[in-house]
């Protein structure tokens, strides 16, 4: 069998469709939230065991770039993944199955979740 058919394994030249895009976006946000949730039960973990352990929580997340990053991070994969999750409530009762409605709810899925971010990194960092 030698079939001669083009094979195109460049990554950068395939476009994926909206919905594509929404679906991994959805796979890695639930990814860092696993990952994420060590780092949140250990803070939860110290902030509830003493006085001072809270205070050190509390000033590493007020002072602390890379705690308010993690901070940060792990709202913004809470919003997207909550968005994305509706998106599938909602398309499992039978809404916006078909292709162009699909793209169109993914598209706002997305939307919400740049929006969800902005706002995490302003209660994050203001």
Known sequence: MSKQRPVNLDLRTIKMPVTARASILHRISAVVLWVGMAFALIALNLSLSSEESFAGIYGALTGNFFAQFIAWGLLTALG??????????????????????GKQIAMGVIAAGVILSVLAGIWVWA
């Not at 998106?87 to 809404?95: F, L, N, R, S």
């Open 80 to 101: 997207y993944y909550s968005m994305a999750t509706l998106k599938h409530v909602v398309q499992d009762m039978g809404h916006f199955e078909e292709l162009e409605s």
